[in-house]
């Protein structure tokens, strides 16, 4: 059963009807089968990564592909963080373990951060899942390692302390897993990340973190005026009828034809029947006052991004980004273009319930919906998010932050009703963290001839 046909995100995949010990048999079976040292072996790659990212882009918005190369040529983990569908591709040649979870498919450091539970508390955990599937575990892992590698680099540490955090990082994985094995299913369940209990780890580590501390105190300060209100005063104006409306900044943030807006209208109309009952009974309040296109991040950017300004009858506001959900990037490399519309017609359904199943806690506006022929994906625009810039830290706080992220994505992980397979296939298996630490080096210098080869083709 290999991660190439665990494309379909169908979670009866999930279920193996077997108990926990049974589960942790099959994985200690699956370790037999696909060692750790298999597991830890690069096979070189032999493929053009100039005709697979053009292949991507094909399907993205070419007025944005100038700014777009600019940000991914920033450095290779810029580089790495536009690029995963190579990745994806590439890990389909190497060794796999077999054991199929929901994983987020784009678990780089980056795309970890804080987010509001519905209670309004300031969470930590994933919170990118645009190429969330069915897949192996150490498919997470890996992107985890090669993102902190190469951030790293960018910071200037030095390799070998470098080495010895991605060992960590595996560790902190291997026995978070097993931590998580040991809880009952409610407890996996509820399980969540609040920023205080970042802060408690971190103290709970010792001296050498302050600086990580203090960020985290300007975070959570931050994040409480991260919301609407904010949005609106930073990215709205008034039009010559008094009414608000968003700025222009093209082609970043530009405002559409009457066709594509009745069409974003629809949209939201379709997308208001999929959202929560009590958020449907909340938008009735509301009515659309502007709609825009706004792209953003690295790897999404160039693909349709949209902001719903809604306004209350209190006159109170509310975004909405409406995100278009594409088909896994791995299939956009072997589809025409329309059969990879086509096929991605369900692709903001597989988004938002990957995102509810690795989250502990989700944005209760998530919802997908369809329009145009494609498929969206709805949650609220920057309400309390925050994220760390690890390009800030120093080296110890760096450690803390890399560890965390392993730790989250292995309660993430644990989700999934097949998680104990996991914990059966790493039981004794310290050789991994020596393992996946080369085999990470390995990939950097994959990453290393890509961006290069990227560059050249972009000055070209």
């Known amino acids: 059963m290999s991660d190439l046909k665990l494309d379909i995100f169908d979670l009866k995949r999930l279920q193996f009807h077997q108990s926990k010990k049974e589960l942790e048999a099959t994985g200690k079976q699956r370790q037999h089968e696909t060692s750790s040292q298999q597991l830890s072996t690069f096979v070189p790659v032999d493929r053009d990564p100039v005709a697979a990212i053009k292949m991507t882009e094909s399907k993205m918005i070419p007025e944005l592909l100038p700014m777009r190369h600019q940000r991914m040529l920033a450095n290779r983990f810029s580089f790495f963080r536009g690029t995963a569908e190579l990745m994806e591709r590439d890990l389909k040649q190497q060794a796999q373990s077999n054991i199929p979870v ?13 987010y509001a539970s519905p209670e309004r508390q300031l969470l930590f955990g994933l919170n990118d899942f645009d190429e969330s599937r069915i897949g192996n575990w150490e498919s997470d892992l890996k992107r985890l390692l090669v993102s902190a590698e190469l951030a790293g680099e960018e910071n200037g540490f030095p390799k070998d302390q470098l080495k010895e955090l991605l060992k960590l990082a595996t560790k902190t994985y291997r026995h978070a897993i097993k931590r998580a094995n040991r809880m009952t299913l409610s407890e996996v369940f509820y399980f969540s990340f609040e920023i205080n209990d970042m802060i408690d780890t971190i103290n709970s580590l010792g001296d050498g973190n302050d600086q990580m501390n203090y960020r985290l105190q300007k975070i959570m300060k931050k994040s409480q005026h991260s919301n609407s209100e904010q949005i609106v005063q930073k990215m709205g104006t008034t039009n010559e009828n008094g009414e608000l409306i968003f700025k222009d900044n093209p082609p970043r943030a530009k405002h559409l034809g009457p066709l594509l807006y009745q069409q974003l209208v629809a949209g939201y109309n379709f997308y208001r029947q999929n959202a929560r009952e009590d958020v449907r009974v909340l938008l009735a309040n509301f009515h659309i006052s502007d709609i825009i296109r706004y792209s953003v991040g690295v790897g999404s950017f160039g693909t349709r991004c949209y902001l719903i300004l809604l306004t209350g009858i209190d006159g109170s506001h509310l975004v909405l980004q409406v995100k278009e959900a594409l088909p896994l990037r791995y299939n956009l490399l072997n589809l025409e273009v329309q059969q990879a519309i086509q096929n991605g017609i369900m692709a903001g359904r597989r988004i938002v319930t990957a995102q509810r199943v690795l989250q502990s806690s989700s944005d209760p506006f998530l919802a997908s919906t369809r329009f145009g022929g494609r498929s969206y994906y709805v949650r609220q625009f920057r309400d309390m998010k925050e994220s760390v810039n690890v390009a800030k830290l120093d080296f110890d706080s760096f450690q803390l932050y890399v560890q ?23 039981k004794h298996q310290k050789a991994l963290d020596e393992g996946l630490a080369d085999w990470s080096l390995k990939y950097v210098d994959q990453v290393t001839k890509d961006y290069n080869a990227f560059k050249k083709a972009v000055e070209n």
């Open 102 to 114: 929901v994983i987020s498919g784009d678990a780089h450091v980056n795309n970890f951060g804080f």
């Open 404 to 426: 965390v992220c392993a730790l989250l994505l292995a309660m993430a992980h644990s989700q999934s009703p097949t998680s104990p397979m996991i914990r059966g296939y790493l």
